[in-house]
Nanobody, 117 residues
Framework: QVQLVESGGGLVQPGGSLRLSCVASGIIFTIRPMRWYRQAPGKERELVAGISSAGNTQYADSVKGRFTISRDNVKNAVYLQMNSLEPEDTAVYYC???????????WGQGTQVTVSS
């Protein structure tokens, strides 16, 4: 059974930081690209950051220079370090592994991030 379990969300003031974690089980983690998406109220889900199995990263323009995605292939975990948070970053953040080499796509349950004073 595949599980992607996120943690680390919460309430933070503007300018603050949070670190999201996603621990995967039931997949061959070392070969899978991993992504973080977010969905704000009334908006479509958007790609925030991605990391390949080789560690190559990509970011949405809105988070470049503020967010960092990383992975630990020993712990089967992917992280999203979020700095200089803004109210516009408020959303539910989802861990994802896209379809790859015939393997299915999977999503985590999401973790709420609220940036507010």
């Amino acid at each position: 059974q595949v599980q992607l379990v996120e943690s680390g969300g919460g309430l933070v003031q503007p300018g603050g930081s949070l670190r999201l974690s996603c621990v995967a089980s039931g997949i061959i983690f070392t070969i899978r690209p991993m992504r973080w998406y977010r969905q704000a109220p009334g908006k479509e889900r958007e790609l925030v950051a991605g990391i390949s199995s080789a560690g190559n990263t990509q970011y949405a323009d809105s988070v470049k220079g503020r967010f960092t995605i990383s992975r630990d292939n020993v712990k089967n975990a992917v992280y999203l370090q979020m700095n200089s948070l803004e109210p516009e970053d408020t959303a539910v953040y989802y861990c994802n592994t896209p379809p790859y080499l015939g393997y299915a796509q999977y999503w985590g349950q999401g973790t709420q991030v609220t940036v507010s004073s």
